[in-house]
């Protein structure tokens, strides 16, 4: 039996950055890169745009705002119970694969798990659909209506379930430069179709080594949300290349996925508060570096340097003026500092081009872990 090809931690980065479309911004369609991608992180509504301005060229914030509403792509809680965007095609292909992990979720670490039995479930979700297809509504506004239907039970808590149905957040919530409510409808009543019961784990297991690979079953499951996934693996092993990384674990690939040079150069990338390539393995390592156990934090987005989380970054903005900061973890080098702040100049004219935005380069971050 030939022996497993070794891959470095540089190497793996290389491998993910390649696959993010982090190495070379692509030309692309949006929607395209989404679906490359699988999903998007966007439990903050810029975020899908920031993680595409970074992958995607030319790109226009316009062109995926549109394509939210025109119901094109939309955001729903799919991967792990969180947030994401995904194509509309997505959202019913990937739906019901994810429900069982998404219920496990609601159940497990919601207040709904204690108000689970002081009503009838079944009757409850069947009202929380009729009352989210009649208009759009707000979890608040949901659990009024659960406490005028039951006004003996934990209202609050069973607020909690409308997570568990199939749902989207609707516009103009999410728009380029736009606000709006946080109000939810069913995926039916959005898209006119249900979300497809025989979706096949296996396809999104190949569509996840396709974007993150070489990784571990473990791996995908912590980007996932999915449970068990080491069975479909081994299925999948006769279709996959497998490689060893430096600590001689097995890690599963896309047979054709690409893996560069590790001495290619990468160039500096700002990515947004939440994005694909922190959250895509249970190991960071390829991508985090040691010593920085959270290398962001709740509003900041995080700087690539060398492929490698080396800062966080944040704008902040005024009616008078726009900053954006950037706090690097370590010494940066003159060229990588030069390159960072011309980087964030473009992001700047991005996120504010109406605005004159000054670029705070400090000389290392206050709270490197945090």
Known sequence: MPTARVLTKRSLNRALLERQLLLRRRRVPALEAVERLVALQSQVPRDPYVALWSRVEPFRAETLSDALEKRRAVRMTLLRGTLHLVTARDAIGLRALVQPAIEGVIYGSSPLRTAVGSVDMDELFTAMRAWLEERPRTRAELVKEIAARWPDADANSLGYAMYALPTVQVTPRGLWRRSGR?????????????????????????????????????????????????????????????????????????????????????????????DNVGIGHKDRTRIVPEGIPRWTDVGWGSVLVDGMGAARWRLFETKADARLRIEPFRRLTREERADTQEEAGRLASFLAPETDVRVELRARASMASG
């Open 182 to 274: 946080s109000a939810f409808t069913t995926v039916e009543a959005w898209l006119g179709a249900s979300p497809d019961p025989a979706a096949d784990v296996e396809t999104l297991v190949l569509r996840y080594l396709a974007s993150y690979g070489p990784a571990t079953p473990a791996d995908a499951q912590y980007w996932s949300g999915v449970p068990a996934l080491g069975e479909v693996f081994e299925r999948l092993r006769p279709r996959l290349r497998t490689v060893r990384d430096e600590d001689g674990r097995e890690l599963f690939d896309f047979p054709r996925a690409p893996l560069p040079d590790p001495d290619v150069p990468a160039p500096v990338r700002f990515l947004p508060e939440y």
